[in-house]
């Protein structure tokens, strides 16, 4: 089966074919960097890194642009209100680029912590000025856009008769303008749909750089359309990005390619739905604004303890990524114990005695991966495969069933690349218990309280276990010896 995924511009599942056949590119948008990342930062960085791995499992070569949005960037309209980077570094007295690299910085770190791979080229916004001001002279040179008063907006109307305005999000300029307020005759818009492709500073505008038409900063939408075609090209594969971006910024990115290049830049469109938190929409005002810190280290009054960046991304792997999610506590303890008990079946491989015949077949666990995440990424049924096989794992280091030297070899690869580089995951514990001494040490111990208990020393062998669960780890005498694991 081909690997196919959603494209929200076609509304259907299309096999996906890229425009080369050995490489892929792939733009996704990035953060805006003036606040510390949060809840809704993990869902596309998640999702996107998922859609990378797998990418890079089928065997393209992939080009994956996430940029950085370090430049007035505002958060509805383009044309009113405060830059946030410029605002918050008024406050703090910064310069805004302190502003920028500091919450990039925390970005990075986060992303590092969720193992999110990093992409292969991260522009920032702010370095990409001449190339947005060049995009703005050819939509000017191609008359979808003007001038006015040192400020340059795009046409919203002029380009609608000829390509349709509003595609991604099925939006029609009609019903637009009868939503729209009218202009109170201070703009320099010629219609309230118009949005600045370039915008005339004000003078308490901290951030601006020189152009042909004024002192001043390029739109909220340029800088993705400018970014992607300098390093992806003027047409390429899959653009990404979460749900809340598809208007207006994607439907207005479509118009700025489209007007410039008479072509849509993107072949696929991706987006990832939105996470709510207790079926509530996640704001500042709602009280309910968890940053992935806070989630990290339990430190906020909706958490009753601190979840695991594992738990966080296993969590957003189980629903589907065009499903809503939902966050609550009891929900998040459900997605530890789930990782717990897969990262047990991973350690429980290497606990399993090969035999002489196979009662399993680990095919079928690839076969069962494959066709899930080549149906549209469908992490969920490729983790129910997985959680299949946890059982089997168990049985089989249990000593229920047999398997072949062959097949356990090929068991553990299929689950270690599911898991590991395809899914993302982390084994925690692992990484918590240090390193690769750990294991002979512990062993060494147990070792000795086999001995002490043939020598009847019960204190000594007593305190060697208590010694150890004190330290975290549990040490469990069963019917095919002892075990032990991390608690
Ligand atoms: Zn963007």
Known sequence: MEFSIYNTLTRRKE???????TRVGLYVCGPTVYGDPHLGHARPAVTFDLLFRY??????KVRYVRNITDVGHLEHDADEGDDKIAKKARLEQLEPMEVAHYYTERYHRAMEALNVL????????????????????????????????GSVYFDVRKYDE??????????????????????????????????????????????????????????????????????????????????????????????????????????????????TINGQKMGKSLGN??????????????????????????????????STLDFSNEALQAAEKGLDRLMKAVDALDKINPAATSTVNPAELEARCT?????????????????????????????????????????????????????????????A?????????????????????EDKDWALSDKIRDRLTAIGI???DGKEGVNWELT
């Not at 096999?15 to 056949?21: H, K």
């Not at 990290?296 to 065009?322: D, E, N, W």
């Open 433 to 453: 218990g240090g390193n690769d001494l750990m294991s002979p040490l512990v062993d060494m111990l147990l070792e000795m309280r086999q001995k002490a208990k």
């Open 55 to 60: 990418l890079l499992h089928l065997g393209y």
């Open 371 to 431: 066709e899930a995440l080549n149906d549209d990424l469908n992490s969920p049924l490729a983790i129910a495969a997985l959680f299949d096989w946890v059982r089997t794992i168990n049985q089989l280091a249990e000593g229920t069933g047999s398997i072949t030297a062959p097949d356990l070899a090929q068991l553990k690869e299929i689950v270690h690349r599911y898991v590991f580089d395809i899914l993302g995951l982390r084994n925690e514990k692992a990484v």
């Open 15 to 21: 096999r996906f074919e890229p425009l080369d056949p």
């Open 162 to 275: 000829k390509y349709g305005y509003g595609r991604l999000s099925g939006r029609n300029v009609e019903d637009m303008m009868t939503n729209t307020r009218a202009l109170d005759g201070q703009d320099d818009k010629r219609s309230p749909l118009d949005f600045a492709l370039w915008k005339k500073a004000s003078p308490e505008h901290i951030m601006h750089w020189p152009s042909p038409w004024s002192e001043g900063f390029p739109g909220w939408h340029l800088e993705c359309s400018a970014m992607s075609t300098k390093y992806l090209g003027e047409k390429f594969d899959i653009h990404g990005g979460g749900m809340d971006l598809m208007f207006p910024h994607h439907d207005c990115e479509i118009a700025q390619s489209t007007a410039a290049c008479g072509c849509d830049a993107a072949k696929y469109w991706m987006h990832n739905n939105m996470i």
């Open 289 to 322: 604004f968890i940053t992935l810190e806070e989630l990290f280290t339990g430190k906020h009054k909706l958490l009753t303890q601190a979840y695991s960046p594992m738990t966080i991304r296993f969590f957003v792997l189980q629903a589907h990524y065009r």
């Open 474 to 476: 549990r040490v469990k």
């Open 118 to 149: 990093s992409p292969s080229i991260e522009p920032h916004a702010s370095g990409h000025i001449i190339e947005q001001i060049e995009l703005i002279k050819m939509i000017l040179e191609n008359g979808y856009a003007y001038e006015s008063n």
